[in-house]
């Protein structure tokens, strides 16, 4: 067997998803990154499959269900010995992909705009396992309870307006206490597989040190790095400042965190004590100069701290932190405001594309093969959302998609049971040819036109 069958796929959206293939050389990308078998079904062809299921609202099982019944079909394995392979280097084709997009992105983009990096994390739940590689009890932020799974910790890309996946990391614990299951066994080290899993039990910090390191060794360029209040720490802003980058980043009040303002140290609540308010209703109440202690070369390092009141309390206040002390306070806020873009990105991959849902094997290059096709998913949305002449969503995307989806599974289904009925009155010998032919020629000019048009047949054609 060499090829899968389209069966139960819309012409339409299987149309697109080749366009998108074929426009950004997904299947030399493939190649590029070992993703290749020496026989049977092409990478290629089993990618398309995995690709398309979401759309249709169906699991990898259900699909090759009914895909059995009109034609034959590879077996399971094929697909979960594609998922399981640990030679096959997802990250990289995910972060050479989202470059090609970037690109484009860059064509439609005024040169003034900011790009910016993005770095966040979110739970990818595996509560209900046990057995999982790697699995370790992490913490939920916002049940505020410890769950089974990995934090994912994701490096995005955007220009304000559309944000793109580049990297991603399934991040265990550095605690052995807190892993439920261990690595596999009998890894040799100088694998891929390997190394993916050694970077799972790293330090948050230096694996977004070593996301960065990647995405700026590939080509990405971004001014700005953004991040919340979670990796707002002295070394790590030094060490992302290092890389040529400018930080901007929320902060929050630590006790072991100090701020030097006019030669003295101040925690971040005592600075804001510190220093004169303006006055009135204005939502910037301050904003200083101090310098933050550089573990890395000994010199402390300038930034600017803008305190913002508070929308939702309008007594407390927030902190916003920039290492490019020239901005203006309302543009440091506004850029800042472009973070927001990876948490709609998270949004869309758990409830619409099925992350940490769609498989549930145990092994982490299959984790890490799912999460790469959820975030390819996700950026053919973004193009298509990025170039079409009405402002949609990319989840309005996605229920266009299945819409479409949904249309030729109704013409395929009436298809169907016309090769059936025909199969049926050919074993019962009652009826000649040619009597058949006229009896469905007939039926199919009695249908609606739109009808008709789905089936891609015209008045007298069967």
Excluded at 171 to 195: D, F, G, I, K, V
Excluded at 338 to 344: P, Q
Aim: glycine share 4%.
């Amino acid at each position: 067997m060499n090829s899968i069958p389209r069966s139960g796929q819309n012409d339409q959206l299987q149309s697109s998803v080749d366009q998108f293939f074929v426009r950004f050389k997904v299947g030399a990308l493939l190649r590029q990154r070992n993703i290749l078998k020496m026989a049977g079904v092409s990478c290629l062809q089993v990618m398309r499959f995995l690709f398309i299921l979401v759309f249709g609202h169906k699991n990898l099982y259900e699909s090759l269900r009914s895909a059995r019944l009109s034609s034959g079909q590879p077996a399971k394995d094929v697909f979960y010995r594609f998922l399981n392979d640990g030679r096959f280097n997802w990250r990289r084709l995910l972060l050479l992909l989202s470059l090609r997009i970037a690109k484009l992105i860059n064509s439609l983009t005024s040169p003034q705009r900011e790009r910016v990096f993005i770095i966040d994390d979110s739970l990818f739940s595996r509560n209900r396992s046990k057995a999982v590689e790697l699995l370790a009890r992490v913490r939920d932020h916002v049940a505020n309870r410890y769950v089974r799974g990995f934090r994912m910790l994701t490096l995005g890309w955007s220009d304000g307006n559309t944000f793109l996946p580049v990297a991603f990391s399934l991040l265990s614990s550095t605690n052995p206490a807190h892993r439920l299951q261990e690595m596999a066994p009998n890894l040799n080290r100088r694998t891929l597989a390997y190394r993916r899993r050694q970077e799972s039990i790293q330090s948050t910090p230096d694996v977004l040190i070593s996301l960065l390191k990647q995405a700026l060794a590939a080509g990405h360029r971004a001014r700005y790095v953004l991040f919340d209040s979670w990796f707002a720490f002295p070394k790590t802003i030094c060490r992302v400042q290092q890389l040529g980058l400018s930080v901007i980043c929320m902060v929050k009040a630590m006790r072991n965190v100090f701020y030097t303002y006019q030669g003295k140290r101040y925690t971040l609540t005592r600075l804001f004590g510190a220093v004169p308010k303006r006055r009135g209703r204005s939502k910037i109440l301050a904003s200083l100069i101090v310098t933050i202690n550089n573990s890395i070369t000994g010199t402390p390092l300038p930034v600017k701290i803008v305190f913002v009141r508070d929308r939702r309390q309008r007594r407390k206040w927030v902190a916003l932190l920039s290492t490019d002390v020239e901005l203006d306070d309302d543009e440091i806020i506004r850029i800042y405001g472009k973070r927001w873009d990876i948490e709609v990105f998270f949004k869309m991959a758990k409830s619409y594309l099925r992350l940490a849902k769609e498989f549930q094997g145990r092994s982490y290059d299959m984790m890490t093969a799912h999460t790469t096709i959820v975030c390819m998913r996700y950026l053919m949305l973004a193009v298509a959302s990025r170039e079409q002449a009405d402002v949609r969503t990319v989840g309005g995307m996605f229920y266009a998609c299945c819409d479409e989806l949904e249309d030729l599974s109704f013409a395929e289904a009436l298809l169907l049971i016309i090769d059936l009925l025909k199969q049926a009155l050919e074993k019962a010998e009652v009826l000649s040819e040619e009597l058949f032919q006229e009896i469905v020629d007939n039926f199919i000019a009695s249908l609606p036109t739109f009808l008709r048009r789905s089936l891609a047949i015209s008045g007298c054609e069967s």
